[in-house]
């Protein structure tokens, strides 16, 4: 059973930071590349940082120089550092595995979403 929990998430000052963790149980975590998405009450979910297994980073033009993604492969868990939050960032987060055994397959898996709500 593989399973993504998020944790971190919370309510937040604008210009605050909070750091969010996802831990990945139930499969091989150090081979595959992690992400974070957030929706927002009517929007979709969108993209937001991704790191691949050799610790390259992609980011949302929104959050770039704002948000940091990690990973700790001993802990199995990927991080997204936030800071000067802003009320649009407002949102949950949901951590993503994409798995890729091999070229032609891919797999997806989601954890349950952490709500971020930045407000004064």
């Known amino acids: 059973q593989v399973q993504l929990v998020e944790s971190g998430g919370g309510l937040v000052q604008p210009g605050g930071s909070l750091r969010l963790s996802c831990v990945v149980s139930?499969?091989?975590?150090?081979?595959?590349?992690m992400g974070w998405y957030r929706q927002a009450p009517g929007k979709q979910r969108e993209p937001v940082a991704a790191i691949t297994s050799g610790s390259s980073t992609n980011y949302a033009d929104s959050v770039k120089g704002r948000f940091t993604i990690s990973r700790d492969n001993a802990k199995n868990t990927v991080y997204l550092q936030m800071n000067s939050l802003k009320p649009e960032d407002s949102a949950v987060y949901y951590c993503?595995?994409?798995?890729?055994?091999?070229?032609?397959?891919?797999?997806?898996?989601w954890g349950q979403g952490t709500q971020v709500t930045v407000s004064s």
């Open positions: 993503n595995m994409r798995v890729r055994p091999v070229v032609e397959a891919e797999y997806n898996y």
């Open positions: 139930g499969s091989p975590f150090r081979i595959n590349t």
